[in-house]
């Protein structure tokens, strides 16, 4: 029989966690009161179909918002900008904000300094949870994300710069970004804000690899941290297989790997990769 050896980190980070499990708590206590979420819970389809079926609406855009009339509304793990939070509070609706306390901290952090310091985040400008935390800021912030950018950057205001990250902004960038702020100023405040989740189910990811015969990533082909997590297996492990569910698991005939790893993407959920811990536990 083989030895099968699934990642602590496989699947869902904390925050993500808590906020999927959340949704479906509401969806089962609701009695008849529509709940809805603003933008997808989480990047798995899989997830959005069955909370859908479950009755909860995913709200696209701000405009579905603002036709919101009654009903509890999730505000997702990425968080979102103070004027989405006040205006639901205007209008009287119900709502539950599940936004990752690691996220939540970024607010907090941003929207005290704001006051008195130029802000700058280090991140996606398009990015949902940059574009939140933006919204929390007192005055504009300026993102950035490469170190060209931090080179041009210049002080809107003659005030002290705080430097704060996106949570899954990438570390050796942004130690790279912020050596230049050390250099061109003396007045930069820095906080470290990158969650850690992603670095470690890499780490994990990788060790695994590393021992096994063969190694399954399970993830959305369009999840870009599961790619990534496929890339560091196949690095370090030949027989490494990139599946969306147990379905696309096709072993080579004749195969036999007495050690197989198993680690899925930050968007899969649980049931999944149990469904393919137990293929696996069976066929070999
Ligand atoms: Fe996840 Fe929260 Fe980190 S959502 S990646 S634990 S910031």
Aim: aromatic share 8%; charged share 25%; with cysteine.
């Amino acid at each position: 029989m083989a030895e099968i050896i699934t990642a602590k980190t496989a699947g869902f980070c904390f925050g993500v966690k808590k906020a999927v499990d959340r949704a479906f708590e509401l969806a089962a206590q609701s009695s008849g009161g529509r709940i809805y979420t603003y933008g997808p819970i989480i990047h798995n389809d899989e997830v959005v179909r069955r909370l859908e079926e479950q009755g909860v609406v995913t709200l696209h855009t701000e405009e579905e918002l603002r036709s919101v009339e009654e009903g509890t509304v999730i505000l997702r793990s990425h968080g979102v900008p103070k004027y989405i939070v006040d205006l639901l509070e205007e209008k009287g609706i119900e709502y539950v904000d599940v936004t990752c306390p690691f996220v939540k901290r970024i607010h907090n952090i941003v929207f005290e300094k704001s006051a008195d310091h130029n802000i700058v985040i280090v991140g996606n400008p398009a990015h949902p949870e940059v574009e939140g935390i933006c919204g929390w800021c007192l005055k504009k912030a300026d993102v950035i994300q490469t170190s060209e950018e931090a080179e041009e950057y210049q002080p809107p205001e003659p005030l002290p710069v705080c430097v704060v990250s996106q949570t899954t902004f990438n570390l050796n960038k942004f130690q790279e970004i912020l050596a230049i702020f050390e250099k061109k100023r003396y007045d930069v405040n820095i906080v470290n804000t990158i969650c850690n989740a992603t670095a470690q189910h890499q780490g994990e990811a990788r060790e695994i690899a590393e021992a096994a015969d063969a190694m399954i990533v399970i993830g959305d082909t369009k999840s870009s941290n599961s790619r990534k997590l496929y890339e560091i297996c196949k690095e370090v492990c030949d027989h490494t297989f990139f599946i969306q569910t147990v379905e696309d698991l096709h072993f080579p005939d004749g195969a036999a790997y007495p050690r197989i790893g198993i680690t899925a993407g930050a968007s899969t959920p649980n049931y999944i990769i149990e469904e393919v811990q137990k293929y696996v536990g069976r066929i070999f």
